[in-house]
């Protein structure tokens, strides 16, 4: 089918639409259009240009683009982000007369000024039906109120990450992917909490980006605790470089006492035994005897 994408937010989801009548020509990238959705009319800007693509696993129903916006439509969409910014303090205000246990992120207006959308955080459920019924005697529109998770108001608030660098999801990510532990484990990362969350408090979204990576390349290669044969001798896996494709082994020398510790590449090493770790990550008697 012939699509078109078009983002409504600077750092948001790209959506797919039907260019109509319009050609390639007409719509290039950064075009602005106005575009039927699922609550009526939005402004948007075209992020990916006419091309035929395969949509048969996109769920939403494929809508039209409309038009091509006008020096007045965008003159409007100016004078509507300004309005958010007026209701959301005005919201504020009404959050707290109404004592409720909420903390508003942020507020959408819709093109047509038909409803307006107000996104909050909130630890349990709240009841905002006499809150709502306040805000609609206040803005004569619909109102709806969005309950929204610690990595949807991070990137509407955005912020800076440890890195130093604004935070990946407020600059480029258009959705979040699913991060598990099990990416940090896999990179060699420590799994102290406070060093692999994001300022939501949810595991960083970097460590998905090489994950593929670390999968491919820990592939054949020894845990530690792992019973392996160097050319040197045979040995106990003290721990792993992944990167390096290396490991540190202490081998125990025939008539000789104490190990001795040395780095060798994967290529040089055998397993002979793999000893699974505890949950502390050790290697544990109990561990080795499984």
């Avoid at 960083?204 to 090489?210: S, V």
Wanted: charged residues 30%; proline residues 4%.
């Amino acid at each position: 089918m012939i699509i078109v994408g078009v983002r409504f937010k600077d750092v948001g989801k790209v959506y797919y639409f039907d260019p109509d009548k319009f050609s390639a020509d007409d719509l290039p990238q950064g075009t602005p259009v106005i575009v039927e959705t699922g609550r009526g009319a939005e402004y948007g800007i075209v992020a990916l240009e006419k091309r035929d693509a395969d949509i048969r696993g996109i769920s939403q129903p494929i809508r039209k683009v409309l038009r091509i916006a006008t020096p007045e439509d965008t003159t409007q969409e100016i004078a509507n982000r300004k309005r958010e910014e007026e209701a959301k303090i005005t919201c504020m205000e009404k959050i707290k007369d109404h004592n409720l246990e909420m903390h508003l992120v942020d507020v959408e207006l819709t093109f047509d000024l038909s409803k307006i959308i107000f996104f909050f955080t909130a630890d349990g459920r709240v009841d905002f039906r006499e809150l709502v019924k306040d805000l609609a005697a206040t803005f004569r529109m619909r109102i709806e109120l969005r309950q929204i998770g610690v990595r949807d108001e991070a990137k509407m608030l955005s912020g800076i990450g440890i890195c130093g660098r604004v935070l990946c999801c407020a600059s480029f990510l258009d959705e979040f992917q699913p991060v598990s532990i099990k990416s940090a484990k896999d990179q060699g990362l420590s799994l102290n909490p406070t060093k692999i969350s994001g300022i939501c408090g949810k595991l960083m979204c970097c460590l998905k980006y090489e994950e593929e990576t670390y999968a491919h390349l820990i592939q054949g290669m020894p845990g530690v605790g792992d019973l392996v044969r160097t050319p040197a001798g045979d040995g106990d896996v003290l721990s792993i470089n992944i990167l390096r494709q290396t490991a540190k082994v202490a081998v125990r020398v025939k008539n000789q006492d104490d190990p001795v510790t040395d780095t060798y590449h994967v290529t040089d090493i055998k397993i002979l035994e793999h000893r699974p770790q505890c949950e502390r990550g050790c290697t544990c008697p109990k561990c080795r005897d499984k």
